[in-house]
C-alpha cells in the first residue's frame, strides 16, 4: 500500500471502499460506499484513465461522498456511493465489455450494498454490458424498454437551475440574450447546449474533444473556446460539465462569470472556494444540486414511474429546491454552499431518528 493510499483512505469520513485489481486489463477498481443512512448506495460508474491509482481512488471517494449529499438534497431514499474503474488506457471491445462484466460479478458479490449507473466515460451500452450479469444496475430499461440516457435529465435539471439563478441575479429568468460558457460538451453538455441556444442564449463551448465539440459549436452557432481561455471569459453563467476540481484558489481570482451552474460533480478544489466564491460576488450553485437530475429521474423509473412528462416535471423541479437554497443563503449573506449542506443534514438527522 502507498503511503498515499493510506492517506486518503485514512482520512474519508464514509463507509468503506471496496478495492479489486481486474488482471486481464490491468484495471484497478474501486467502489466507495459512503454513506448508507438512507439506503443503498447507488451512484454512478465512471470509466476513466488516471496519472495514477490513487487519484482514481481519490475520485471514487469524493464523488461517493457527493452522491450522499445529492440523494438527500432531492430526498431520495439511497446512500451515496460511487464505483470508479481506472484503466491503464482506452479499453473497447471485447477487453472492455470483460471488464465490465467482471465489475457486474463483483456487484454480485456485494449483494445489492451498491447499485450503479452512467457516469463520466461510461455509456449507456457499458452498462447495458453489466446488467447482462448483474442486476444491481439502474439503466431504466424496465420502463423504457431500452437503456436510457440520464444525460438528457441532467440537462434538464442544470436548465431549470441556471433560470433560477438568473432570476435571482437579475430578477428575471430569460435566457435570451445571456451568455453562456459550457466547459465539456459530452453526454449533459451537449443537450444543455441545444436548450439554451433555442432559448437564444449566447453560446460559448469547449471540450477536449475537439473535433466533438467544433462541430457542436457550428451546428448551434455557438463560440469555441481554448480550454485555458474558459476561466477568464465574461459571461453570465460558467456551466462547469465535464471534470471536477476546475474552480478553485487559483482560478476564481480570474473568474468573470457572475454565476456558476453547471453539472459536473466536485466542482470546486475545496468547500472554502464556495466562500471565496461568496466573498467575490459569485453566485455558486451547489453541483449536488444543480446536477441532480439524472440520478433523480433514474431513481423515479427505479420507484416503477414511467410517465416521462412526470420524470421531466419532476427534475424542471429541482430548481425550486434550488431557489429555496439560495433565498436562504441570500438571507444569511453565505455561500448556498452552506444552506445546501443544511438540508443534507437535516435529512440524514431525520432518518436516523426515524431507525432509532
Ligand atoms: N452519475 C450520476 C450522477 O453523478 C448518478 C447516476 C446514478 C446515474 C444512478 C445513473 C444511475 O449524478
Redesign the pocket.
Known sequence: MTERFRQLVMEWDGLAVVTRYDHPTGTWVFIALHDPTLGMA?????MKVYPTPEDGLLDALR?AR??TH?WAAIDFDYGGG?AVLAMPRRLEGEERAGLLRRFGRLLNALNGAY??????GATPDD?AVVKEVSPW????DEWHGGHVD?GPY?ALGVHSCMRVALERLEGSDAMRGRTVVIQGVGGVGTPLARVLAEDGARLQITDIDHARGRALAQELGAGWLAENEVVETPCDILAPCAIGGTINRTTIPLLRCRAIAG?A?NQLGEDADADRLHERGILYAPD?IV?????M???LMQRGVSDDGEIRSRVVGIGDSLAAILAEAAQRDESPLHAAFRKVERVLAAKMAESV
Open positions: 447507488v451512484g454512478g460508474c465512471r464523488l457527493g452522491m445529492k460511487k447499485g450503479t449507473g452512467v457516469d463520466l452498462m444496475v439502474l439503466t431504466g440520464p441532467t453539472s460533480n449536488y446536477n441532480a437530475g439524472g440520478a429521474a433514474f431513481g
